[in-house]
């Protein structure tokens, strides 16, 4: 549990964050979202005091930061960057011990740890151990990165647009690697990006900032639906706004049971969101789907009509 | 794996052969620079002597090799330390001033250092050794200015967002990752101060520049060529180890 209390940084005579308060739940992944400048990162490094702040406080577990030893602090927390900021003379297996190394734990416990994690990664310890950082993709470096981050097994990860220099493909692999380690592994992620469509995709709890203050939180449905004021509108998509929230909802939420004579038709996943729903029923020139399972067996339809329909929710 | 290992040690071997050869060649040249006469002779055809012989040639290289290893390893232990000190958060605003300093210091010439030095220091080996000192240290401040410099913002961030201290951080990242450079500023230290060490001859350091000093007072050329010639292969020889040394850190 992180909580920031009437925080406030200021360099010389600018303010970059500006009393700003903030409760990012365990488990959660906080997305802080906004164009440069905005103190995104700036609060984000608050947090493990790369950037000491000027004023009120910042609790973690209920304790002021400033009570532990700057370099005890760090080591609870993971930090993933976007230049990744791998250790160049160091080799893949070595970079990902750091946190476990510097904590002095026994050196079996360390490569053990090593290799459950470049599994989870899908960095297979045979071919990458022994690797060094300038021999990997982008793509690669990151997993690495993200890797290190997680090595001594914190409760609190801080990423700092750590997927900002990748690839359009190889970002929403991560992204969505990223989601799945978080299902399992349940960390409180504090998420920093410039992306609006990385923000909405990955965000439990959006935090929209701009000028060092919180225009707008919540989850990103509550802030589509809902935008605080025509500046958060516009930075959630303005008009694209409607493709946005359907990139959110899955066709499994709106799908209705089969009828009782089913009619054949194209045949889209119930996970597959009401976006892509969307672009094949344009693609294809159809008005309805037939929407299937993990194992291919039909199990209900979606027209258009329901698609744009009425919400459920509301 | 054993052929694989006769390839490594084969590799090892050859690229210790340049310092073992020019080695070799110095040694030659100081225990048989006797044996050279007739060649000598072709320089100084009326002199009565050709080869120097008012002391041994090996206690000479042995003094050179002395003042210059104490004066490059207080240069580098002043040269890296001061620069160290002013990329640290507490020492950064003495950094313009540092790299000044190192620069003045080059720009200064070591006789002139050894015109103060003397009256202060009197005759003998420390003067040259100050004077080596002062105008060996800015290849080395500015070489580890650079390398220390030129690391990737990112990695000391990361470092330090890890937990590393500061310690940690110049240990195990910044020292290692700048080695390469820092090597380059004190290869290139050495060397020079092995040429201008000769000129502690002047002020009573006995030393390879003995025989040249003594060659241009009494105007004979064989000496200044012996003087030059050992000067020469210990510059080459030195410089060679240096080079064997580079690319394993790297």
Known sequence: ?314 | MSEATGILRGGARRRWLAPVLWAALLLGACLGMESLQGLFRLVEPDSRRVVYARADFLVLLGRHVFVVAVASLAAVALGVGAAVAVTRRAGRDFLPLVAQLASIGQTFPPVAVLALAVPVLGFGTLPIIVALLLYGLLPIVRNTLAGLEGIDPGVREAARGMGMTGGQLLRQVELPLAAPVILAGIRTSVTINIATAAIGATVGASNLGDPIISGIVNGNTAYVLQGALLIGLLALTVDSLFARLQPTLT
């Open chain 1, 1 to 314: 549990m992180i909580e920031l209390i009437g925080v406030s940084k200021r360099f010389g005579q600018t303010t970059a964050v500006d009393d700003i308060s903030l409760r990012m739940a365990p488990g959660e992944l906080s997305v802080l979202v906004g164009t440069s400048g905005c103190g995104k990162s700036t609060t984000l490094r608050m947090i493990n005091r790369l950037i000491e702040h000027s004023d009120g406080e910042i609790h973690i577990d209920g304790q002021q930061i400033r009570g532990f030893r700057e370099e005890t602090l760090r080591r609870r927390m993971g930090y993933a960057i976007q230049s990744t900021g791998l250790f160049p003379h160091w080799t893949v297996a070595r970079n990902i011990g750091l946190v476990p190394r510097l904590l002095k734990w026994p050196a079996s416990r360390i490569h053990a740890r090593v290799e459950s994690l470049m599994t989870m990664l899908g960095l297979p310890m045979d071919e990458f151990a022994d690797k060094m950082p300038r021999q990997l993709s982008g793509g690669q470096a990151q997993r690495v990165g993200v890797a290190r981050a997680l090595a001594a097994d914190p409760d609190i990860l801080l990423m700092d647009e750590p997927f900002g220099a990748l690839d359009p493909i190889t970002r929403e692999t991560l992204q969505h690697e990223l989601r799945e380690l978080q299902a399992r592994l349940q960390k409180t992620i504090v998420f920093v990006t410039h992306d609006m469509d990385e923000a909405l995709r990955l965000a439990d709890r959006l935090v929209v900032m701009d000028q060092g203050r919180i225009r707008q939180q919540g989850h990103p449905l509550a802030l589509l639906r809902e935008p605080a004021d025509g500046f958060v509108a516009s930075l959630l998509g303005g008009e694209d706004r409607g493709l946005k929230e359907a990139a959110l909802l899955t066709v499994g939420e709106r799908m209705m049971p089969l009828g009782a004579k089913p009619l054949p038709g194209e045949r889209i996943s119930r996970h597959a969101t009401l976006r892509e729903a969307l672009s094949m029923m344009l693609w294809r020139h159809a008005e309805r789907l037939v929407v299937i399972d993990d194992q291919g067996m039909a199990i209900g339809e979606l027209s258009l009509r329901r698609l744009v329909g009425a919400r459920s929710h509301e």
